[in-house]
C-alpha cells in the first residue's frame, strides 16, 4: 500500500496570503494518476486537481498543483475566504486507492 | 445535472448488517465505474472498494474484504455497498463517487461525489 504523508498539519494564513500544501509518497506515483480533493465542513469532498496538474471543471486558476514522483505540491496563489477547508491528496494508479490525512487551512 | 445519492445510513449492532445505496442521475450511469470512501467522525478519507462500469472487477481495502461487498444494477443506475459483519471501526460517513470519467480504466480520480450517509455501529 502506497502511504500518503501530508504536511503540515495546519496551515494558518489570512485571507490573500499564498498557501503552498505538500504530499509525500512512500513510493514513486506516476504524476497522472495524482489528484487533490477539497473538503469543507459537513460536506463532500470536491475534486480540485487530477493528473497532478490539472484542474477539474469550475475549479479557479488560483489552485494549482505541481510535482512528480514521490513530491507534490498544491498551491493557492491568493486564498478567498472560501478557500479555508481541509485539503486531502490521493494516489489512484495502484489499488488500494490511498488518501493523505490531509492539511487544514486555517483563518489566522 | 450530475447527482448521486446516498441512502441506507443507520444504526446497526456489533455484527450485524446494512446495505447502502446510491442513486445515480445526470448521466449514462452503465459506462462509468464507481467507489466507495467512508469518514469516521472528525477523521480523514479511507478508501473502501471499486466497482468497474461492468461489474466485471471489484476491489476492497484489506479492512473490509470478506465483510463488504459492492455491486451495482445498471438498469436502476445504482450502486450498493452489502455491509456485514459490522465492527464499531466501520462508523462513518459513507460517500459514493464516480470516476471522472468513463470506460474501462480504474486509474481515474473520484468526480462528482454523494453528500454522504452516516453509519453508526454501536450496542
Known amino acids: 500500500e502506497i502511504v500518503l504523508t501530508q504536511s503540515p498539519g495546519t496551515l494558518s494564513l489570512s485571507p490573500g496570503e499564498r498557501a503552498t500544501l505538500s504530499c509525500r509518497t512512500s513510493?514513486?506515483?506516476?504524476?497522472?494518476?495524482f489528484a487533490w480533493y477539497q473538503q469543507k465542513p459537513g460536506q463532500a469532498p470536491r475534486l480540485l486537481i487530477y493528473?497532478?496538474?490539472s484542474r477539474a471543471t469550475g475549479i479557479p486558476d488560483r489552485f494549482s498543483g505541481s510535482g512528480s514522483g514521490t513530491d507534490f505540491t498544491l498551491t493557492i496563489s491568493r486564498l478567498e475566504p472560501e478557500d479555508f477547508a481541509v485539503y486531502y491528496c490521493?494516489?489512484?494508479?495502484?489499488?488500494?486507492?490511498?488518501f493523505g490525512q490531509g492539511t487544514k487551512v486555517e483563518i489566522k | 445535472q450530475v447527482q448521486l445519492v446516498e441512502s441506507g445510513g443507520g444504526v446497526v449492532q456489533p455484527g450485524g448488517s446494512l446495505r447502502l445505496s446510491c442513486a445515480a442521475s445526470g448521466f449514462i450511469f452503465s459506462t462509468y465505474g464507481f467507489h466507495w470512501v467512508r469518514q469516521a467522525p472528525g477523521k480523514g478519507l479511507e478508501w473502501v472498494s471499486f466497482?468497474?462500469?461492468?461489474?466485471?472487477?471489484?476491489y476492497y481495502a484489506d479492512s473490509v474484504k470478506g465483510r463488504f461487498t459492492i455491486s451495482r444494477d445498471n438498469s436502476k443506475n445504482t450502486l450498493y455497498l452489502q455491509m456485514n459483519s459490522l465492527r464499531a471501526e466501520d462508523t462513518a460517513v459513507y460517500y459514493c463517487a464516480r470516476a471522472r470519467i468513463s470506460g474501462y480504466d480504474f486509474r481515474l480520480s473520484l468526480d462528482p461525489w454523494g453528500q454522504g450517509t452516516l453509519v453508526t455501529v454501536s450496542s
Open positions: 490521493q494516489q489512484y494508479g495502484i489499488s488500494p486507492w490511498t
Open positions: 513510493q514513486s506515483v506516476t504524476s497522472s494518476y
Open positions: 466497482i468497474r462500469f461492468d461489474g466485471g472487477n471489484t
Open positions: 493528473g497532478a496538474s
